[in-house]
Each structure stands twice: as structure tokens, then as C-alpha cells.
């Protein structure tokens, strides 16, 4: 095991590969289920990382060079995903997937600190008249090379193209395919078009 994981392990035929991770230090992985798979890229840096796999037959894949200080909590039902691209950086995220659902983040992301991205509300919310689920669980996609400012929340089925920004405090709620977005608001909103940033200030 990689000194600085502390793994706890009390399912059957899981996979957790940590071969290639860097700097590991004070982060901890439980998995209760079983049939999950985690995969840590070449060079992965994990610093207060917290993972917690209590259903089945999830996936975590982290792409090669990836620096993380993230809570990822898979529970309810089987089968949810999260990836997350290579050479992304994470300051700090709650990751919440569940009810069979996928967190996809591309490549070259930069998602600041206090964050939140979840698939599911946990709980049932049921319209009265017709008896039925009115908040299902659906997937999240950030594109390669986007932006999450600070306390940021990015919930169900929401989707953010690609060179594109979120600003600090937005709660993203819809679907931004085009790229290179300014987005921000509670509920987001296109607030600029046309943009795309870079990690180094200029000048």
C-alpha cells in the first residue's frame, strides 16, 4: 500500500490500484462494497483525500499528474462513475454519486476549494398529485479545461463546455455546451461568450 493511504477494504473482488500515485499524504479509502474499481493515474498527488465506496461495482478513475484534496461518496444503489482527465487540479470538492450515475471531468481542469458536485439530492422529493419522483438523479459533465471558482455547486445533470469559467458561488443547475462560457449565478446563467483562460496570470 502507498504510505500516506490509509486503506479499509471490507468487500469482495474490488480493485485499487495506487501503483503509480506521487505525494500521497493523510487521505483514506473505504470500500464496503464490492466489484468497485479504483484507478490512480502516474504521479497523482492525493493530500486530505477521502473516498467512501459503500455500494457496488463503482468506478474512480484519476487521470496521470492530477493533484486532489477531495470527499468522493458512492452509496446509493450501484454502478455510479466518477473520472477525472488527466493533469486536473482540485483544491477542494465534495464528489456525491449515486442511483447509477456519472461525474465526468476532462482533462486540464482547475476546480478550486469548498466545492460541491453531486448527481443526487439523497432524498425523494414526490409530486403530490401524481405520486412520482420529481428529482431523479442524472449525470455531470465538466468538459476539458474549465474553471470551478471557489464555493461553487454543480448539481444533477448539469453540464459545462469546454475553456469555460464558473464563477465563484454559482450554482450550476443546466447544460452549457457551447465553449469558452463565462458562467455564473444561483442558478447560473451565460454571463460572457468568446473567453478562455490560463493558469499562469499574464505579465
Given at each position: 500500500?502507498?504510505?500516506?493511504?490509509?486503506?479499509?477494504?471490507?468487500?469482495?473482488?474490488?480493485?485499487?490500484?495506487?501503483?503509480?500515485?506521487?505525494?500521497?499524504?493523510?487521505?483514506?479509502?473505504?470500500?464496503?462494497?464490492?466489484?468497485n474499481?479504483?484507478?490512480?493515474?502516474?504521479?497523482?498527488?492525493?493530500?486530505?483525500?477521502?473516498?467512501?465506496?459503500?455500494?457496488?461495482?463503482?468506478?474512480?478513475?484519476?487521470?496521470?499528474?492530477?493533484?486532489?484534496?477531495?470527499?468522493?461518496i458512492?452509496?446509493l444503489?450501484?454502478?455510479?462513475?466518477?473520472?477525472?482527465?488527466a493533469?486536473?487540479?482540485?483544491?477542494?470538492?465534495?464528489?456525491?454519486?449515486?442511483?447509477?450515475?456519472?461525474?465526468?471531468?476532462?482533462?486540464?481542469?482547475?476546480?478550486?476549494?469548498?466545492?460541491?458536485?453531486?448527481?443526487?439530492?439523497?432524498?425523494?422529493?414526490?409530486?403530490?398529485?401524481?405520486?412520482?419522483?420529481?428529482?431523479?438523479?442524472?449525470?455531470?459533465?465538466?468538459?476539458?479545461?474549465?474553471?470551478?471558482?471557489?464555493?461553487?455547486?454543480?448539481?444533477?445533470?448539469?453540464?459545462?463546455?469546454?475553456?469555460?469559467?464558473?464563477?465563484?458561488?454559482?450554482?450550476?443547475?443546466?447544460?452549457?455546451?457551447?465553449?469558452?462560457?463565462?458562467?455564473?449565478?444561483?442558478?447560473?446563467?451565460k454571463?460572457?461568450?468568446?473567453?478562455?483562460?490560463?493558469?499562469?496570470?499574464?505579465?
Amino acid at each position: 500500500m502507498i504510505e500516506g493511504v490509509n486503506l479499509k477494504d471490507s468487500g469482495a473482488d474490488n480493485v485499487v490500484d495506487l501503483s503509480g500515485a506521487g505525494r500521497c499524504l493523510n487521505s483514506e479509502i473505504v470500500v464496503a462494497g464490492n466489484n468497485n474499481k479504483i484507478i490512480v493515474g502516474q504521479g497523482v498527488s492525493l493530500v486530505n483525500v477521502r473516498m467512501q465506496l459503500l455500494s457496488n461495482g463503482n468506478i474512480v478513475e484519476i487521470g496521470s499528474g492530477c493533484r486532489i484534496t477531495a470527499s468522493i461518496i458512492m452509496k446509493l444503489v450501484d454502478n455510479n462513475s466518477i473520472t477525472i482527465g488527466a493533469g486536473t487540479t482540485i483544491g477542494g470538492c465534495n464528489f456525491i454519486c449515486g442511483e447509477g450515475t456519472a461525474i465526468a471531468i476532462g482533462n486540464d481542469c482547475m476546480l478550486a476549494w469548498n466545492l460541491e458536485v453531486r448527481t443526487t439530492d439523497s432524498h425523494a422529493i414526490i409530486d403530490v398529485a401524481s405520486g412520482e419522483r420529481i428529482n431523479c438523479a442524472a449525470d455531470i459533465v465538466i468538459e476539458d479545461h474549465v474553471w470551478v471558482g471557489a464555493h461553487a455547486t454543480i448539481l444533477k445533470g448539469a453540464h459545462v463546455g469546454r475553456d469555460s469559467v464558473v464563477s465563484i458561488r454559482s450554482v450550476v443547475t443546466d447544460k452549457f455546451h457551447e465553449s469558452g462560457l463565462v458562467i455564473g449565478g444561483a442558478p447560473a446563467r451565460k454571463l460572457r461568450s468568446g473567453i478562455n483562460w490560463q493558469r499562469p496570470l499574464l505579465g
